[in-house]
């Protein structure tokens, strides 16, 4: 299997941070942890805003992630973290192919408020029922990974922050690979032209659907491995200033790249602690200006200053076919 | 036989104006087949119910003698009717070379693959051949929005025949064209139609690149056919002179929309 230069790149830095991981304090680890982690369930909003879609309402697969986590020991009495992780991916999936059957009928913002809507009912019910832990949430039991308790403490952050990056790094893989794939550019042909798709042969909206369920599963992956880090869920994460910031990373980062999502993620997280540690009665205008300055200055992320020097393809100025400029196209 | 494309008393109404009435037209294979008339005769009517862009109000639609009615623009693009549209439908922000081969791997597969990646050599190989066989190899890489309008509409066409499409219906293959470039550009259409050997009917308003082209005209006026035979003999009728091409000695139609000239835009 060949690699080329962003699978290298992917490689390189998962080694790099599992590297810095055994030198580096307990808080840095555990903020990396949880932007990596984050950034998983921003993959899902980059995956959909790659095909035209903008979702308002990711918190709630990263909710079902977390609620995975958080409700598996309790209720079925798993302890296997691999296994929470999976039943919360399943879970999201398997929501996400009976929300997609509506959601996928939409376009703009239709879809951003249905996608919210949604979230926000999931809030609703966590909030109101005693038996989902309403507004407290749960903590996360003591979990195992191969059969090794993990009962939390430096231990625990340290494998958290292990398996956060394998999943990271493998997930972000699978991305760029599917990005370069039919079903990644036809997304971005929908995104572009969804009748010309049509005429195609090709159904824009089960391509909608497939990519929503995917990107459904890599978001509640993350929240998954958010309720591992912190050991604890409630039902924030479903609320809509959750998606919000979601939505914040993927336009701090942009679309350039699988690995933008994580890059912007580490910054927002980096900006917001120290944002809070040094003004903490304002950190918010910060964040906001953080965001104004970005879709003023890099409007396609922070991933243009990589890319925004490379050379646009030549278009040789002599055509063949003697044409007329005139018109737009479709 | 059995005609590649029928339709049998084909109405469409939007509320109190009618955009097709009656149309009852067969195209045979291998007929290349001319429609004209005025702006609203229902030209682009007629091409969007019979792709599934648009229901008709009443009537049938037949491709190979099977009803296609009701079925879905891409179910009826797979069963071989293909088209291209007045303004040119690519996706802009994409490289020309990625327009086509998005195109090739749908012809492929209704069911795209999720990991297989979709510049593979074969499809790259055979979308440089299509931009070579349509003179547009020069933008292969450029993005569409950087071609000239002209040559988008090759790439609009180009990517209609990919499928091997049994018909090809163009919507205005030369609006947006200057006049002294439409043959280029009819030209190199046709050469790649005669070369897929494919049944076409399109839309025109200029009655030189009609006359030029095809072996039949249906002449369209205010959502009806009023002539439907050789160029010649269309284009000598009475009404079509009156009504469509606005060559009449007699005064035309106060509502017939034709004007002096060959075109009719």
Redesign the interface.
Known sequence: MRLDKTELALVGLAVLLLLGGMVAPGWLIFLVTIALAKALVVQGVVMQMKAGLVSFGQGLFYCVGGYAVGMGGPFLGISAGLVLLAIGVVAAVGLAMVLGLLLTRYREIFFAMLSLAFSMILYGVLVKSQELGSTDGFNVNNWTLLGQTIAGGETATHVVFLLTVVAAAVVAFLLHRYYRSSVGMTCEAIRENEVRVEYLGLSPRWIQYANYVAAAGVSALGGGLTALAAGHVDPDMAYWTTSGEFIFIALLGGTGSVLAPFLAAIVFSLVRTYAIEFVPHAWQMILGFTLLGIVVFLPKGLWSLFTRHRPEAPVVPAAPQKTSTGGAGA | MTPILETRGLNKTFGAVTAAKDLNVRINKGEIVGVIGANGAGKTTFINMV?GYLPPTSGEILMDGKAILGL???AI??AGL??S?Q?????????VL?NL???L???ES?H????????TKARVAKAEEILAE??????R????????????K?I?IA??M??NPKMLLLDEPTS???VD?KG??MD?VMAAVRHHGLTVLFVEHDMDVVRRYVSRILAFYSGEIIADGPPDAVLADERVRELVTGHSDHKPAANAGAREGSSVA
């Open positions: 792709t879905a623009p891409r693009t797979r293909a088209r549209f303004v040119a439908q690519l996706f802009p922000e994409l490289t990625d081969v998005i195109a791997a749908a012809a209704p795209p693959s999720f990991l297989k990646p979709l510049r349509f003179k547009v190899a020069a933008y890489d450029a993005r569409v929005t950087a071609v000239p309008q002209g040559s988008r090759l609009d990517m209609a990919i499928g947006g064209v200057s470039e280029d550009l190199t």
